[in-house]
Nanobody
């Protein structure tokens, strides 16, 4: 059984930083392309960042480019999202997703495994 678990969310002020982590069990972590998505109240789930199974290629949403960094440590079975210069518009539940593939995907429907999410709240 696959379990994907996010951690690291919290309440911060504008300009602060947070690092989210995502671990997964029940699958071969190094085979997974992975992504971060977020969903704010009343809005659809949106793409934030994604990386390939070896972490060599990365893609970001325009809204977070230059502020967020995705990284994948296959030795530790952990995916990270370093979030800097946070703004209130970043407030959302952040989800980690995985798919066993050599590709890189930005669409939620392409991912097979999801975590329960971690709340990030940025106050002004």
């Amino acid at each position: 059984q696959v379990h994907v678990v996010e951690s690291g969310g919290g309440v911060v002020q504008s300009g602060d930083s947070l690092r989210l982590s995502c671990t997964a069990s029940g699958l071969t972590f190094s085979d997974q392309a992975m992504g971060w998505f977020r969903q704010a109240p009343g809005k659809e789930r949106e793409f934030v960042a994604a990386t390939t199974y070896i972490g060599g290629l990365r893609q970001y949403a325009d809204s977070v480019k230059g502020r967020f960094t995705i990284s994948k440590d296959n030795a530790k079975n952990t995916l990270y999202l370093q979030m800097n210069a946070l703004i209130p518009e970043d407030t959302a539940v952040y989800y980690c997703a995985a798919k066993p593939t050599t590709g890189l995907y930005t669409t939620p429907a392409m991912y097979e495994y999801w975590g329960q999410g971690t709340q990030v709240t940025v106050s002004s």
